[in-house]
């Protein structure tokens, strides 16, 4: 910048730090202005910074501790006071907008016009620079750059941003230039204290070469008066901790798998399981596991087979005890218990039209008491059935009670409750022919059905 600043109020610059920008290299060389070929003395020395150079005709400069008489010194310049870098020791600026006006010599005397007019109002500077290796057709980037509205600017500006470009610019002429950035900040930058971290993500076509930041016209450009004291009528910004970086790519659940390869991209899970998680770790993925809380072989999916007959669990009507597949996993019923039951569809006897079991009876039930003693693994359903004969419901009763006294016999001699459900069924069930005698004694039974735990 050519033109000096003088009689600028002073104010306090407040620094937010070194900012962490993320995993990747920066294709930006000198990004902090820190490297010079020569030192810096005055203004429109942007060059001193290795790599940079201005994009049109304007005049960027470098601010340095050691610049001659403090014109663009750190921390008080000509442009402000307090100025601290954002990181390193050095930083740049420029003129994002100069509001010039002119006499109005035709204003009405009595004042209804104002005294000036507006006069060359395009001026903005641009600093350039190459990247330091080409980018990826179709893969995204992150552009990230600071600046701070110098405290002796009276005007601020939106549509600050930075457009990278196939070709270097060497624009002679001095005002705003016309492309598009490709990132760019809508609001307008007012704060005097802080850095503003400005930034964006593009996708690259792969003949990007430079990166240009300044004000562009086709970036949501506006500007306000913020004057304090003296009108300086220029929007002047310090910059720097520039980056251009591989854009990490998008990991939902965080745990290091990108989405695109992720199979489970909304939970954390394992790299060597495509970023499924794995509870058990049993090596399958929850998602592909039959029993993802509990560790179990490939071949049963993920389940254990706690009794080793080679029916998984999660089959397993019987996981604790060894059974056959016929039988989904429980033991096969002998021979010897299937003729017991089938004899105690007869042998069992009421007397008549009562639940009271007959005496005769009790050799059979104590049987079954021996049965369900020899085989813990066993739970026993009791069913009770009627003939036709009388009314329905009091059928019904009936056989509900008869079932519940042979459940309550074995329990007395010893089988655990928890062990035994009772049912009746009424004349619902027939067997055999109502209309005959020897059908309505058939339909008269009590039924066992061996259950297993679970």
Request: charged share 25%.
């Amino acid at each position: 910048m050519k033109m000096r600043y003088s009689g600028l109020m002073a104010g306090v610059l407040i620094s937010f730090g070194a900012m962490a920008q993320g995993n990747g290299e920066n294709l930006i060389k000198n990004g902090g202005f820190d490297e010079l070929s020569l030192p810096v003395k005055t203004w429109n020395q942007l060059g001193h910074a290795t790599g940079w150079s201005n994009a049109n005709q304007g005049t960027a400069d470098l601010f340095s501790k050691d610049a001659r008489h403090n014109t663009v010194g750190i921390p008080d310049s000509e442009v402000g006071t307090g100025a601290a870098a954002f990181d390193g020791e050095h930083f740049a600026g420029f003129v994002a907008f100069k509001e010039d006006v002119r006499p109005n010599w035709k204003r009405v005397v009595n004042g209804q016009e104002s005294p000036f007019r507006p006069a060359f109002q395009r001026y903005s500077e641009y600093l350039q620079t190459a990247l330091s290796g080409p980018l990826t057709a179709g893969q995204k980037y992150d552009i990230t750059f600071r600046v701070k509205l110098a405290n002796g600017s009276d005007r601020a500006v939106s549509g600050i941003g930075a457009y990278v470009s196939p070709i270097e610019l060497k624009y002679n002429h001095r005002h705003f230039l016309e492309e598009k950035p490709q990132v760019s900040t809508a609001k307008i930058v007012d704060d005097k204290q802080n850095w503003t971290e400005i930034t964006g993500t593009f996708t690259a076509d792969g003949q990007e070469k430079f990166l240009i930041i300044g004000a562009f016209i086709n970036g949501g450009f506006e500007s306000k008066k913020v004057i304090e004291g003296g009108d300086s009528q220029r929007a002047y910004y310090f910059l720097d901790g520039v980056s251009v970086k591989l854009h990490p790519e998008e990991d939902r659940d965080k745990d290091g798998v990108p989405d695109k390869d992720d199979r489970c991209p909304d939970v954390a899970g394992l790299a060597a399981l495509q970023g499924c998680p794995d509870a058990d770790g049993d090596g399958i993925a929850d998602n592909m596991d039959a029993c993802p809380d509990v560790a179990g072989p490939a071949e049963f999916n993920g389940c254990p087979d706690t009794d080793g007959d080679g029916i998984p669990d999660n089959l397993d009507r019987c996981p604790k005890v060894k059974g056959i597949a016929a039988n989904n996993g429980c033991p096969e019923i002998s021979e010897k218990t299937k003729k017991l039951f089938e004899k105690a569809l007869t042998g069992i006897q009421f007397e008549t039209g009562k639940s009271v079991i007959r005496k005769s009876s009790y050799g059979i039930l104590d049987q079954v008491v021996t049965v369900m003693q020899e085989n813990p693994e066993y739970n026993l359903e009791i069913n009770g059935h009627t003939d036709s004969q009388g009314d329905d419901a009091k059928n019904m009763k009936l056989s509900d009670d008869r079932a519940a006294a042979v459940r309550t016999y074995l329990e007395g001699k010893g089988v655990a409750g928890n062990r035994m459900k009772s049912f009746g069924h009424g004349e619902t069930q027939p067997i055999a022919d109502n209309n005959t005698p020897a059908g309505r004694a058939k339909n008269r039974r009590v039924e066992f059905k061996v259950t297993f735990m679970k």
